[in-house]
């Protein structure tokens, strides 16, 4: 082109000096996100937590699954700081073995129900037309049954092990991100910036993963936070009907299950589990709250 | 001068559907346009709001599909090429949006965004992206230290310039800037004018301008194409259709802008439904001079160089020509000098 030699007196001129570093989008949100209390208490939380189910060997005062006859339903003491079990096991002790279910539950279950509902939700919402109606239909009718029962129906019908209960979550929790990565890409379509990705020459599947995906995963991460809340509960639910983790491993559900008997001599069976899904999952969910006001776009230009 | 893109009877209708997805009818967004942009020149097109005159810019390449009608750019007939081959075409088109606060990718860099048609196209080695950012970006004066920024980090005025740079990386042949100053403050405006003029001129583009400022069409355009309800009414050279104007909308366009001194009766009523534009010719609703073949016939486009579509155009009273100095082009002219002064002694553009 008749402008190179040009461009490039003037580009000999301007030889970069030192780089300035702008803010990037996700550091600026995650210096929002620490002006939060909240949020930062939560995150504190939630770190302890996944500490304490990492370091379950190592920090448990007694072995989960061992039981004794001498040791039956004894209340809080100074050896079993939250007594002990219908087995004699060590509540403290399977309170933090227990936490490593409800870890993985959380955890693995949502990126399950992530990778499985973001790409059909982008292909919907990219694609349109039948296949938009057609996967549409099914996260909807999906959606119609209320999250428990699915999840309960699904965990039965794959059979009793922390593995399906896993696997059952995953799949009922996938819709909601099949119409979130939809309706997101949807919205991304009708953006200057990806027609402007067309206009350049972007084949689809690079708009889609260089400008679309990026863009919509502040909502994913606060939807898929506190979808991990939602998961511990549901997991504790499929353990507390037996569907979940299987005795004699513990699990803060089954806990629950088997406190229930002894509500009346021995609450404190099910305070303790009680209380740690409460911490949690409230916890999870103030995490939640506080990447939605840190990633706020109506508050981008702060 | 030869066109590099020619527009022959296109046509793009919108399907308009009601509450129960039933079609109702369709907007005639574009609806029988034939136009040629020469090589190297400065192509404006002009219209009220909601004349089809975005949807054109964008038929034209092909980021929504026409239709019916031919489109010839560069020789290849846009609208028969292949995914693959459009893709690859589109070094040779750019297209530079109205508002910069939308347009650039929110989590990309100064320097990924403008890096971006240079990969894409393969238009330098690895090697010297970074070394060709740096001189694109200095070129349309944004200084290339400020290449690791976010488009957040920036002003209107700095954002419309990394969208230049990014138009310019892939050495398009034309570009398309859909009201590209309209979002800018008035000052800023009169800068990113004569950055374009500038680059217009040095990499001879061939720069097809769609706008609704009568002052900045007047500047810096060649031809002036003017647009009403989804049909070219008048085209020609820009002294021409400003000194002469040929068709009663032309007129009224002219005289809606204050100090231009044409003459005309002001326009009454709305612009009509685009869903069901009147029979024969458009703008015979508003049209103070129609007569009975205003509602029998639409009229073509006819005329030569200089075309007007209006069954009237040879028995119109002749319009009063505009005063030489017209109040809007004459404050952005001020601003323009007030600028160029400005920058020989200050190189670094300060938007």
Same mark, same amino acid.
């Given at each position: 082109?008749?402008?190179? $030699?040009?461009?490039?007196?003037?580009?000999?001129?301007?030889?970069?000096?030192?780089?300035?570093?702008?803010?990037?989008?996700?550091?600026?949100?995650?210096?929002?996100? @620490?002006?939060?209390?909240?949020?930062?208490?939560?995150?504190?939380?939630?770190?302890?937590?996944?500490?304490?189910?990492?370091?379950?060997?190592?920090?448990?005062?007694?072995?989960?699954?061992?039981?004794?006859?001498?040791?039956?339903?004894?209340? &809080?003491?100074?050896?079993?700081?939250?007594?002990?079990?219908?087995?004699?096991?060590?509540?403290?002790?399977?309170?933090?073995?227990?936490?490593?279910?409800?870890?993985?539950?959380?955890?693995?279950?949502?990126?399950?129900?992530?990778?499985?509902?973001?790409?059909?939700?982008?292909?919907?919402?990219?694609?349109?037309?039948?296949?938009?109606?057609?996967?549409?239909?099914?996260?909807?009718?999906?959606?119609?049954?209320?999250?428990?029962?699915? $999840?309960?129906?699904?965990?039965?019908?794959?059979?009793?092990?922390?593995?399906?209960?896993?696997?059952?979550? $995953?799949?009922?929790?996938?819709?909601?991100?099949?119409?979130?990565?939809?309706?997101?890409?949807?919205?991304?379509?009708?953006?200057?910036?990806?027609?402007?990705?067309?206009?350049?020459?972007?084949?689809?599947?690079?708009?889609?993963?260089?400008?679309?995906?990026?863009?919509?995963?502040?909502?994913?991460?606060?939807?898929?936070?506190?979808?991990?809340?939602?998961?511990?509960?549901?997991?504790?639910?499929?353990?507390?009907?037996?569907?979940?983790?299987?005795?004699?491993?513990?699990?803060?559900?089954?806990?629950?299950?088997?406190?229930?008997?002894?509500?009346?001599?021995?609450?404190?069976?099910?305070?303790?589990?009680?209380?740690?899904?409460?911490?949690?999952?409230?916890?999870?969910?103030?995490?939640?709250?506080?990447?939605?006001?840190?990633?706020?776009?109506?508050?981008?230009?702060? | 001068?030869?066109?590099?893109?020619?527009?022959?009877?296109?046509?793009?209708?919108? &399907?308009?559907?009601?509450?129960?997805?039933?079609?109702?009818?369709?907007?005639?967004?574009?609806?029988?346009?034939?136009?040629?942009?020469?090589?190297?020149?400065?192509?404006?097109?002009?219209?009220?709001?909601?004349?089809?005159?975005?949807?054109?810019?964008?038929?034209?390449?092909?980021?929504?599909?026409?239709?019916?009608?031919?489109?010839?750019?560069?020789?290849?007939?846009?609208?028969?090429?292949?995914?693959?081959?459009?893709?690859?075409?589109?070094?040779?088109?750019?297209?530079? @949006?109205?508002?910069?606060?939308?347009?650039?990718?929110?989590?990309?860099?100064?320097?990924?965004?403008?890096?971006?048609?240079?990969?894409? #196209?393969?238009?330098?080695?690895?090697?010297?992206?970074?070394?060709?950012?740096?001189?694109?970006?200095?070129?349309?004066?944004?200084?290339?230290?400020?290449?690791?920024?976010?488009?957040?980090?920036?002003?209107?005025?700095?954002?419309?310039?990394?969208?230049?740079?990014?138009?310019?990386?892939?050495?398009?042949?034309?570009?398309?800037?859909?009201?590209?100053?309209?979002?800018?403050?008035?000052?800023?405006?009169?800068?990113?004018?004569?950055?374009?003029?500038?680059?217009?001129?040095?990499?001879?583009?061939?720069?097809?301008?769609?706008?609704?400022?009568?002052?900045?069409?007047?500047?810096?355009?060649?031809?002036?194409?003017?647009?009403?309800?989804?049909?070219?009414?008048?085209?020609?050279?820009?002294?021409?259709? @400003? #000194? $002469?104007?040929?068709?009663?909308?032309?007129?009224?366009?002219?005289?809606?802008?204050?100090?231009?001194?044409?003459?005309?009766?002001?326009?009454?009523?709305?612009?009509?439904? &685009?869903?069901?534009?009147?029979?024969?010719?458009?703008?015979?609703?508003?049209?103070?001079?129609?007569?009975?073949?205003?509602?029998?016939?639409?009229?073509?486009?006819?005329?030569?160089?200089?075309?007007?579509?209006? #069954?009237?155009?040879?028995?119109?009273?002749?319009?009063?020509?505009?005063?030489? #100095?017209?109040?809007?082009?004459?404050?952005?002219?001020?601003?323009?000098?007030?600028?160029?002064?400005?920058?020989?002694?200050?190189?670094?553009?300060?938007?």
């Amino acid at each position: 082109m008749s402008g190179d $030699a040009s461009a490039r007196r003037i580009g000999a001129t301007a030889a970069p000096v030192a780089v300035e570093r702008g803010e990037s989008p996700g550091r600026r949100a995650l210096r929002r996100f @620490f002006r939060h209390r909240l949020a930062v208490f939560g995150l504190v939380v939630v770190v302890g937590f996944i500490l304490v189910a990492l370091l379950a060997p190592w920090i448990a005062p007694y072995d989960p699954i061992e039981t004794s006859w001498a040791r039956i339903r004894k209340p &809080p003491s100074a050896e079993h700081w939250f007594g002990t079990d219908e087995n004699g096991r060590d509540v403290l002790s399977r309170l933090i073995w227990g936490a490593r279910a409800s870890l993985m539950a959380g955890v693995v279950s949502v990126l399950g129900a992530v990778a499985i509902g973001v790409p059909i939700g982008l292909l919907a919402g990219l694609s349109g037309g039948w296949v938009d109606a057609t996967l549409s239909r099914i996260a909807d009718a999906m959606l119609s049954v209320p999250f428990l029962i699915l $999840a309960i129906a699904l965990a039965a019908f794959l059979g009793p092990a922390l593995e399906n209960a896993m696997l059952a979550i $995953a799949i009922t929790a996938s819709p909601v991100f099949v119409r979130l990565a939809r309706g997101m890409a949807l919205e991304a379509k009708s953006t200057d910036w990806v027609e402007a990705a067309r206009a350049l020459g972007n084949p689809p599947w690079r708009t889609a993963l260089v400008h679309v995906l990026p863009n919509i995963v502040p909502p994913l991460l606060v939807q898929g936070t506190l979808a991990i809340a939602e998961a511990i509960i549901a997991e504790a639910s499929l353990s507390f009907l037996g569907l979940g983790q299987q005795p004699p491993a513990p699990s803060w559900g089954s806990m629950l299950n088997s406190a229930q008997r002894f509500l009346d001599q021995a609450p404190w069976l099910a305070v303790a589990p009680g209380i740690a899904i409460f911490v949690v999952v409230l916890a999870f969910n103030l995490v939640g709250d506080g990447l939605r006001d840190a990633l706020d776009p109506r508050a981008q230009r702060r | 001068m030869s066109a590099i893109l020619e527009l022959e009877d296109v046509a793009r209708a919108f &399907p308009v559907r009601d509450a129960l997805g039933r079609a109702k009818g369709a907007v005639r967004a574009v609806d029988g346009v034939s136009l040629s942009v020469p090589e190297g020149a400065v192509l404006a097109i002009v219209g009220e709001s909601g004349c089809g005159k975005s949807t054109l810019g964008r038929v034209m390449l092909r980021l929504i599909e026409a239709d019916r009608g031919a489109i010839r750019f560069m020789g290849d007939d846009l609208r028969a090429l292949k995914p693959d081959a459009l893709r690859r075409r589109r070094r040779d088109m750019q297209l530079i @949006f109205q508002d910069p606060f939308a347009s650039l990718d929110p989590r990309m860099t100064v320097e990924e965004a403008v890096a971006e048609p240079l990969r894409l #196209h393969g238009i330098v080695p690895r090697a010297q992206e970074r070394e060709r950012v740096a001189e694109l970006m200095a070129r349309v004066g944004l200084r290339p230290e400020q290449a690791r920024r976010w488009p957040h980090e920036f002003s209107g005025g700095q954002r419309q310039r990394i969208a230049i740079a990014r138009a310019l990386a892939s050495q398009p042949r034309l570009i398309v800037g859909d009201e590209p100053v309209s979002a800018l403050d008035v000052s800023v405006q009169a800068q990113v004018i004569n950055l374009l003029q500038d680059l217009i001129r040095e990499f001879r583009l061939t720069f097809v301008l769609i706008s609704h400022d009568l002052g900045v069409v007047r500047h810096i355009a060649d031809r002036v194409a003017v647009m009403y309800l989804g049909r070219i009414v008048e085209e020609g050279p820009t002294a021409q259709v @400003f #000194h $002469a104007p040929r068709h009663p909308y032309t007129r009224a366009l002219l005289a809606a802008v204050p100090g231009q001194g044409v003459k005309a009766v002001p326009l009454e009523g709305d612009v009509p439904s &685009p869903i069901d534009p009147p029979s024969g010719c458009r703008f015979r609703t508003r049209c103070p001079f129609a007569e009975a073949i205003c509602t029998e016939q639409a009229p073509p486009l006819e005329g030569g160089s200089h075309a007007a579509a209006c #069954h009237l155009q040879h028995r119109l009273p002749p319009a009063v020509p505009p005063a030489e #100095h017209d109040a809007g082009g004459e404050r952005l002219r001020r601003l323009q000098a007030f600028f160029t002064d400005r920058k020989t002694n200050n190189t670094g553009a300060t938007t």
